[in-house]
């Protein structure tokens, strides 16, 4: 409470510490000595309001009598409070256990976790704004609403100030706090290994902590380890069954990794629960995405935009999404086009993202000059609006495009991030632009060793696919078959990534290619059947020409008689960048 020079407790503080630590009734004593009587009296308070619920008292005239005369009021006291309670308004549900000097401030912060956890993310930034106002130094307030700036849009320059005031006022808190809060720390400057680890004591120490367990979850999720992730947010949903955040979060965490019928149903019984916070439809999204219904993957994306700006932002993103799946890069790069126009240009967070998948449309196009910009435009970004990740995509785009000595340009920043901050996963960041630069370069056995660390330090899709594509190049079929299937079980990760779609359906199209050189002509043909299922609505894009030639071409090769329903297009070599 950091309450300073108190000689006692009085009703005003005894009141706040019954608020600050849910009790529902406050009671208060007295003594009287009334010329030759004793005089007991107990009062008790509702501590919200302080008004009075009731009043017992016992009078005596011999000292003797005192505790004779204590248990007849103590009884009496008992059967009151039984009734009282009852009968006590419930207005709000019980206050955060966190430090701060002031207890409006400890209200308006227990506010913004009620809507938090309701779903209601459009009331929390106001709430912790109030506490801030009221409660400068409030060292929970500045982590909340740090964390609530990057949900969405990531490291920014709002979450870094916050987060950083924080950590700076954490010595004033309890060692419950401090834990949280050196973890929120951690993970703004992507230290995520020691994210986990601090949270794995505190859930330790504290195992019924719901937003212990739900943090972890998220640092589980930034490690890679989803299982884990999973099963910390299961054990939130058991300790408070309408949590919105969790059933956000595992929705999402289901889908991603590919238990796509599992997070359609978890999204149902959070519905029966009355619990539907916006972003839960990303996670409903991405699961009819991973099984192709692509008109429900609309609907639910759609259904992100009915919370804040940043669902909103959100929402438009994975429209594009939408469209990518299907291969209408023109309808995915005219929204990508305006929602870039409608944000500051040195933006962060999504802003970033979008830029990225832009390039990566424009290499697709043939534009690689303008991809090349949009990685410039990228890393004009201040650092504090910047992660690894940013730095990785801006790379990539250049390597891609050709321009190798900026792409080794960005690959020093990288080295510089895992020098500085040594994780496995800015480790792995660097290693996987430096493969990409070595493919850039035709250096393929260069590329294969790079992917190989990279997949080493930190599994992922892009790392798999990186490493498939050197071999392939190497003709070393086997191990590119193995790195490309890997790739496709990873489906639900493929497609939430930032270029996802088109990712999967390279994949696809690749695994086709490799098992035509082996021999595997069924497995083949069912790749490329995929394919083009994916982007039978496609733009008029060489690579589905590509597709429809060489299925042709495999089934004259299984039986004349079978290519009577494919049509022969041009031959096109361009493959997807």
């Known amino acids: 409470m950091k309450k300073e020079n108190v000689q006692r407790i009085d009703e005003a503080l005894g009141r706040e510490i019954c608020q600050r630590e849910n009790l529902r009734v406050l009671l208060t004593g007295s003594i009287e000595h009334l010329g030759q009587v004793f005089q007991i009296t107990v009062r008790a308070l509702d501590p919200a309001h302080g008004t009075l619920l009731f009043a017992e008292r016992e009078r005596f005239d011999r000292k003797e009598d005192f505790f004779d005369k204590a248990d007849v009021l103590a009884k009496r006291v008992r059967n009151d409070l039984g009734e009282s309670l009852l009968g006590i308004e419930k207005t709000s549900r019980p206050l955060a256990k966190v430090t701060t000097r002031s207890l409006e401030a400890l209200q308006f912060y227990s506010q913004a976790k009620d809507a938090e956890d309701q779903g209601n993310d459009t009331q929390v930034e106001g709430l912790l704004k109030a506490a801030l106002l009221l409660d400068p130094d409030f060292a929970m307030a500045h982590l909340q609403l740090g964390q609530h700036y990057s949900m969405i849009g990531g490291k920014n320059e709002r979450t870094v100030v916050e987060l950083e005031d924080a950590y700076r006022l954490r010595q004033g808190v309890t060692e419950r706090e401090q834990r949280r809060i050196e973890a929120g720390y951690y993970s703004m400057r992507e230290q995520y290994e020691d994210e986990a680890q601090s949270l794995s004591i505190l859930v330790g120490l504290y195992p019924d902590d719901q937003e212990a367990h739900q943090d972890l979850a998220g640092a589980y999720y930034d490690i890679g380890q989803l299982d884990k992730a999973i099963l910390e ?345």
């Open 233 to 577: 947010l299961r054990e939130v949903l058991r300790l408070n069954p309408s949590s919105a955040l969790a059933y956000r979060s595992l929705v999402l965490y289901l889908a991603r990794s590919g238990q796509a019928e599992t997070a359609i149903a978890v999204s149902r019984e959070a519905l029966q629960r009355a619990v539907d916070p916006p972003q839960m439809h990303w996670g409903v999204g991405l699961a009819y995405l991973i099984q192709g219904n692509v008109s429900m993957a609309r609907q639910e994306f759609q259904e992100i935009g009915q919370g804040t700006g940043a669902d909103r932002e959100l929402r438009d993103l994975n429209l594009v999404d939408a469209d990518l799946y299907e291969g209408k890069l023109n309808a995915a790069k005219d929204r990508l086009v305006k929602q870039i126009q409608a944000m500051p240009q040195r933006s962060g967070g999504l802003q970033t993202v979008r830029r990225y998948l832009l390039g990566r449309i424009l290499l697709n196009q043939g534009s690689s000059r303008e991809a090349k910009l949009e990685a410039d435009l990228i890393l004009q970004v201040p650092s504090t609006g910047l992660q690894v990740y940013d730095l990785l995509n801006a790379g990539i785009l250049y390597a891609r495009a050709g321009r190798i000595d900026q792409a080794r340009q960005v690959l020093r920043q990288l080295d510089h991030s895992r020098q500085s901050v040594p994780t496995s996963w800015n480790r792995s960041c660097f290693h996987n632009l430096e493969g990409e630069i070595g493919l850039a370069a035709a250096k393929p056995q260069q590329a294969e060793s790079s992917f190989a660390t990279a997949a080493e330090e930190y599994p992922q899709a892009f790392s798999h696919a990186g490493l498939a594509r050197p071999y392939q190049t190497q003709k070393r079929w086997d191990l590119a078959a193995r790195e490309w299937e890997e790739v496709l079980h990873r489906k639900g990760e493929v497609l939430q990534s930032d270029f996802g779609a088109p990712d999967l359906l390279f994949a696809h199209l690749q695994l086709a290619r490799v098992y035509r050189e082996m021999n595997h002509r069924d497995l083949a043909r069912s790749h490329y059947e995929e394919v083009l299922r994916m982007w039978q609505y496609a733009d008029a894009l060489p690579l589905v020409t590509d597709a429809k030639r060489e299925l042709r071409e495999l089934m004259l090769e299984l039986s004349p008689r079978e290519t009577t329903q494919i049509i022969a297009p041009q031959a096109s070599s361009q493959t997807l960048n």
